[in-house]
């Protein structure tokens, strides 16, 4: 009985803290919309403001792996992406184009992320093996659309910082992603899936 209680005081405390955390994220994205107007910080908004609707509302999750490396990677392949840095130098790829993929990106994001529903989480764990939409193509699709967002700010803001962070926290997104296909691997529904589906995020490629 104690150790129900005090696994629910965790999960408790871990979804109010990354619902708190998102929510102010989602809030200064919202700023900025409003002074740009442009369609991808809107995106970007209901991207990220879904992690604080799906947080609140995800199930309980059957086995989650807590272990250091897990934790490490989670944290990294979040946090890094954030601290990319606009700048004023020109480019490898003209405006229309960068912001064409990003819009890209974070449509596969949204869709993914609608799509998994309840059993969306940001730790390694099983909330419910989810098949179907973009996951009947990729098994991650969320994280592909992620790593064509990173590319794209790369492409338009070019800058040894940015290179380093999209490199270190593109890293650790793949292994957070063969990290939670360990977990999942422990379902017999997953490990079907898996059969089914055998690309991690490219088809035809990884």
């Not at 449509?107 to 940001?122: A, D, E, P, W």
């Not at 593109?170 to 490990?191: G, M, N, P, Q, T």
Request: glycine share 8%.
């Amino acid at each position: 009985m104690k150790q129900d209680r005090y696994r629910t005081h965790r999960e408790l405390l871990a979804r109010a803290t990354i619902c708190a955390l998102f929510t102010l994220l989602s809030v200064n994205i919202l700023r900025g919309y409003l002074q740009t107007g442009h369609i991808t910080g809107l995106l970007l908004l209901v991207s990220e403001f879904l992690v604080v609707v799906l947080t609140f509302a995800r199930r309980p999750a059957g086995l989650v792996d807590r272990s250091a490396g897990a934790t490490v990677v989670t944290l990294v392949s979040v946090v890094g992406p954030l601290l990319l840095r606009a700048s004023d130098e020109t480019g490898l790829l003209p405006d229309a184009a960068t912001a064409g993929l990003l819009a890209l990106g974070l449509v596969v994001v949204v869709v993914g992320k609608m799509t998994l529903g309840r059993s969306f989480g940001l730790v390694p764990a099983n909330r419910g093996v989810v098949v179907a939409g973009p996951y009947a193509f990729v098994r991650h699709p969320i994280y592909s659309g992620y790593l064509v967002t990173h590319v794209a700010f790369f492409l338009a803001h070019p800058r040894i910082w940015n290179v380093a962070l999209v490199v270190v926290s593109d890293v650790a997104l793949i292994v957070r992603a063969l990290v939670e296909e360990r977990v999942l691997d422990h379902d017999a529904s997953y490990r079907a899936y898996c059969q089914r589906v055998g690309w991690h995020f490219v088809p035809g490629l990884f």
